[in-house]
T-cell receptor
Framework: DQQVKQNSPSLSVQEGRISILNCDYT??????FLWYKKYPAEGPTFLIS?????DKNEDGRFTVFLNKSAKHLSLHIVPSQPGDSAVYFC???????????FGPGTSLSVIP | DGGITQSPKYLFRKEGQNVTLSCEQN?????MYWYRQDPGQGLRLIYY???????QKGDIAEGYSVSREKKESFPLTVTSAQKNPTAFYLC????????????FGSGTRLTVV
């Protein structure tokens, strides 16, 4: 049973528009959430994170929103650029965990 | 430049043969991890190590073995007992298991024929 879910396997967005990637989790013990970006044949790279004590964290064009009551987080990319085309993994962990749990990923295509 | 090196990038093996994937880091990280990526399934944890000479099974450890004799190295052996070994394998490290920002290697694509 997946504890971290990304229900959209793929997403296409026009360059310059907003990309919204969604993630849901089932374990209420999770208190730290991360987004990783992965290009084909490369390892994932850390993008942005958020602690459960916050509901928003922003870094340049990337913003992560956390809704704890809904066990939902989202990554917003504004404006989207062709170089953002990649697979985005949502991940979660908690103080009682000794590992990070990854979601299945969403493949984002930004169309020029 | 500090980082994680996985070698080789592509590996082909015959069915029934054991194969060892290399992972080396010069980040002075205590914790190291092996993940497997399959289409539609994201990253699944195979094994992880919090410290030298210690390692724990992840979610899909069957058919795999690891060793952690040096802080810098965490090789993964895919044994003939692994039923479906063809996959993309990723090694990662972090300062400690309590630290969530992982640094990943560039991966090894293993194809068993």
């Amino acid at each position: 049973d997946q504890q971290v879910k990304q229900n959209s396997p793929s997403l296409s967005v026009q360059e310059g528009r907003i990309s919204i990637l969604n993630c849901d989790y089932t374990n209420s013990m999770f208190d730290y959430f991360l987004w990783y970006k992965k290009y084909p044949a490369e390892g994932p790279t850390f993008l942005i994170s958020i602690s459960s004590i916050k509901d928003k964290n922003e870094d340049g064009r990337f913003t992560v929103f956390l809704n704890k009551s809904a066990k939902h987080l989202s990554l917003h990319i504004v404006p989207s650029q062709p170089g953002d085309s990649a697979v985005y993994f949502c991940a979660a962990s908690g103080t009682s965990y000794d590992k990070v749990i990854f979601g299945p990923g969403t493949s984002l295509s930004v169309i020029p | 430049d500090g980082g994680i090196t996985q070698s080789p990038k592509y590996l082909f093996r015959k069915e029934g043969q054991n194969v060892t994937l290399s992972c080396e880091q010069n980040l002075n990280h205590d914790a190291m991890y092996w993940y497997r990526q399959d289409p539609g399934q994201g990253l699944r944890l195979i094994y992880y190590s919090q410290i030298v000479n210690d390692f724990q099974k992840g979610d899909i450890a069957e058919g795999y073995s690891v060793s952690r004799e040096k802080k810098e190295s965490f090789p993964l052996t895919v044994t003939s007992a692994q039923k479906n070994p063809t996959a993309f394998y990723l090694c990662a490290s972090s300062i400690g298991v309590e630290t969530y920002g992982y640094t990943f290697g560039s991966g090894t694509r293993l194809t068993v024929v």
